[in-house]
């Protein structure tokens, strides 16, 4: 590697950092970088997902007081988190890289894919919470707003949860888009809730891949250490930024990002 190599995914890293603390997709910027440095597919992916976590810690931090009083209740939540994400983690150490690289391009897609259904959905969730305001159902009599509501874990929901974070585990690009699709067929409507429910599940699906990856020795502590201090100086620095560009247009670029390296990687595979 060369300078212009570290320049570039300490450069991703921190953009990742701003995107997701507004849009979500670091991932489709720093999995590239790492890939175009010359690391293999599944190396780039695991490293990724090491460097992108300390940055899921500060903003389930700074997210905390969203909880509410689910606390408690979120531990099932987690649990499912915890196991997914290990199995998914497990199936992309077991996956041979060259099967891995076919695969690549249509998961790319897939996570580009959730990215575009991001806003439809979003405008659901924002419909939902209006309708409750308006009926008055679900809605905290002293503030006006969507109650908080307890989770209730039906088993079709138990099912898409692991799926979830299965695919988190081993991919995990748009995770967060499924989580709170999830978390909207609970019943639950305060955004603000979901939002902290959404980092307590990500982080321990992402927590559980970071110590497997680690364990098998298929990250660079050294890569992935200089993209983590981007990462966390980018999600510090850089939101405010990326705020003022706006979330519709940060989300346009990270699928923009998408569909031109699903382009590449599919012309490099046939």
């Not at 590697?1 to 995914?9: E, K, S």
């Not at 450069?11 to 010359?38: E, H, K, R, Y």
């Not at 199995?87 to 077991?94: D, E, I, P, R, T």
Request: charged share 10%; net charge positive.
């Amino acid at each position: 590697m060369n300078t212009f190599d570290y320049v570039i995914l300490i450069g991703s890293a921190a953009i990742a950092g701003a995107v997701n603390s507004v849009a979500g997709g670091g991932t489709m910027l720093t999995f590239p970088a790492l890939m175009a440095a010359d690391f293999t597919s599944k190396f780039a992916n695991a490293t990724s997902t090491v460097a992108l976590w300390p940055g899921q810690l500060s903003s389930l931090w700074g997210l905390r007081g969203e909880l509410g009083h689910t606390v408690r209740a979120v531990v099932p939540l987690l649990v499912i988190g915890l196991i997914g994400g290990g199995v998914g983690a497990w199936l992309l150490l077991v996956t041979p890289s060259a099967f891995f690289d076919k695969l690549v391009p249509f998961l790319v897609l897939l996570a580009t894919v959730l990215f575009m259904v991001q806003e439809p959905l979003a405008r659901w969730q924002k419909s939902r919470v209006v309708s409750a305001i308006m009926t008055g159902e679900g809605v905290d009599a002293a503030t006006g707003k969507a109650e908080e509501k307890p989770l209730h874990f039906s088993p079709g929901i138990v099912l898409f949860l692991m799926g979830v974070a299965v695919y988190g585990g081993y991919f995990g690009a748009g995770i967060g888009i499924l989580t709170l699709a999830a978390l909207g067929l609970m019943g639950l409507t305060n955004l603000h809730q979901m939002n902290g429910i959404k980092a307590v599940f990500t982080l321990g699906v992402n927590g559980v891949a970071v110590v497997l990856f680690i364990c098998n020795q298929l990250v660079d502590w050294k890569i992935a250490g200089i993209m983590a201090i981007g990462a966390l100086f980018g999600g510090y620095a850089g939101a405010g930024i990326a705020r003022r560009i706006g979330q519709k247009n940060v989300r346009r670029v990270v699928i923009a990002i998408g569909l031109i390296l699903t382009l590449s990687l599919l012309r490099r595979l046939f």
